[in-house]
């Protein structure tokens, strides 16, 4: 008897195990991984804070030679205003790419897709 409910018991956990599986990883997939904030806060604090600031508010060293100076990126208001892709797009082609100022480089060529997307991600956590 007891093996018999071995024999029921095994099948069914890996079942369960294999059906909870994909669900899983999905999840994780459609939230950023820490990696990818991780690889956007290089890219950031490389590329961006001289002019965004280190937090992205707009106060980088470089800020106060740019006019207009660069926005603040961690407010809440800026934030709900753009989607990922909106920034993504400014960020690839610049300020002038997308009819903001000329003095936001374009990053196109300089960062690949993933950059940019992870890029975006850590903007996103800076949200105030
Ligand atoms: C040389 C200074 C400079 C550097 C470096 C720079 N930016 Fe900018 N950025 C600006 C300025 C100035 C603006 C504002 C343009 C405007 O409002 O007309 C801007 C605007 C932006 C915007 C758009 C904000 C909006 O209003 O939609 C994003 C997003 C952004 N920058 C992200 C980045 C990222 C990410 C990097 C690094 C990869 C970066 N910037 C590097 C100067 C800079």
Known sequence: MKRLAWALALPLALAC????????????????????????????????????????????????????????????????????????????RGGSGVGLSALMPPWGHTLDARQIDAVVVYIRTLKK
Do not use: W
């Open 17 to 92: 195990h294999r059906a909870a599986t994909p669900s899983a990883s999905a999840a994780v997939s459609a939230r950023p991984s820490m990696y990818e904030q991780q690889i956007g806060k290089q890219v950031f604090h490389h590329y961006c804070s001289g002019c965004h600031g280190d937090g992205g508010q707009g106060d980088g060293f470089n800020a106060y030679n740019l006019d207009p100076h660069p926005r603040d990126l961690s407010d809440p208001k800026f934030q709900k205003s753009k989607s990922n892709a909106d920034l993504a797009d400014a960020i690839r």
